[in-house]
């Protein structure tokens, strides 16, 4: 019998226990991330509290939030009313009519489409690397290498190497797992059966040490109080996962951007893509924007964190990495159309053109605009391991008008899959368990720094609202300065199932959880000094 074999079905059965326990788990409220722990013992935001007792009365001005991301469901009952409209463009006529560039471009714009459609995969960047160099080096030694080259050489092997190691584990799980889901439908097809009971799968007798593995595991799955069924799906959604890898991911030979149809090695052009920002699989984008900006007063679904947030949708990430031409393009885009908070839920390993993405962000900087970015869910130190894009200039400055964003939970913790970092994490904010918008007027819980982002560029733009003569960097050290410090210490995130307890301030340059109520506090006293 195949060792390998058996060690992976021992830890898939793992996996089906844990999430069979998990789900008997007490859930928190669904607004939990919008609420004050001291009233309610979970870790939000005090953000009803703020509008209770702070805001009440007061006048907010409307603040144009840019949300970089896949696109949104711009029809939806719960972000519909709050969206920004290019009111000098007449929509579908085909015509640039304010003259900035784009035409019919309404809610915002898409600049991974083309006349032609749109993108929906992608490679990753490390795969886009890989297939750049290695048709650069890849029959060189170093012999072979002129001197001014070594460095980009040496960056090639290293990549190369990393592209190996990480393209050969998806080809290799999706033969297991797709192999597995095979044997347990063939097990189902001689059952006669979709969904077994545990008796049933007991009582079947299996030819072959392979099925009787199998019987084992779902077995022990089913006496947990899962379901045949439930590994079924969960092996469908894994196989699908890891064929888009294979296929798209991983694939130095895919290469979409025919469809957009822009040069892509001029990082210059400005001006391509289409209007079209509520294409293919809009649900992050859509989850992202809920939890800004979700409407407060129509008594649907849930409430966002800002009440007078407008909401502009740029789409600029595929199903795998982002590229940084299309980035910087819809940074530059936001500023020049009057955003003043931009969110910014992904990022990656590798970049291919670093500079066009950090003039880009000097670019908005210097029309007063706040950045919020993702800090990542690889449970890893952004201080140690690079995360694009980053508040780290190629000339070795930064900017105070930038803000990343860790992960924490309702339970005085932060997430176990977040990225941090002393230095360059500026703070948490929830980012486990939260309910928000998702295409067709539905709502639903995710999770992630993607959703940790959105929740501090929720109270970023509501602080502009409702003190629209802070400036960038005075938004930013309100919120650094009033997060709630966690009074103990939490679990720091890691991969490995050992805990480690450590204090949130050698996590985060701020030490804490982003917190409307103290924010609006102290925007009302540094508001109350200016003349």
Known sequence: MNSSFLIRIMCLSFLFLIVTVNSDAQSPPKDWYLLDPAASGFYGVSCNKA????????TAQPVIVAVIDLGADVSHEDLKANLWTNAKEVPGNGIDDDGNGYADDLHGWNFIGGKNGNVQY???EITRLYKMLSDKYGNKSLEDIPAAERDEYNRYLDIQKNYNRLAREPRYNYEFYNGLRRSIASMLQVMGMENPTLEQVEAYQPAGD???IVQQVLIGILKEGGSV????????DEVNDLATDALYHYNPDFNPRSIVGDNYEDAMERYYGNPDVA????LHGTHVAGIIGADRTNGTGINGIADAAKLMILRAVPDGDERDKDVANSIRYAADNGAKVINMSFGKAYSYDKKAVDDAVKYAISKDVLLIHAAGNDAVNNDKVPHYPSNQFLDGTSSSSWIEVGASSYDNNVASFSNYGRKVVDLFAPGVAIYSTAPGNKYRNLQG???????????ATLLRSYFPELTAPQVKAIMMKSVVKMPEKVELPAKAEKTKMIKLKKLCVSGGVVNAYYAVQL??????KQP
Do not use: I, Q, W
Request: charged content about 25%; aromatic content about 4%; some cysteine.
């Open 229 to 236: 069924e439930d590994v079924m799906n969960n092996l469908k």
């Open 279 to 282: 294409c293919l699989n809009t």
């Open 523 to 528: 925007a009302l006293k540094e508001t109350a």
């Open 449 to 459: 720094t993607s959703m940790a982002a959105p929740v501090a560029a929720g109270v």
């Open 51 to 58: 509008y209770d007792e702070l805001l009440k009365g007061r």
């Open 210 to 212: 392979s099925l009787l």
């Open 122 to 124: 992608d490679t990753f």
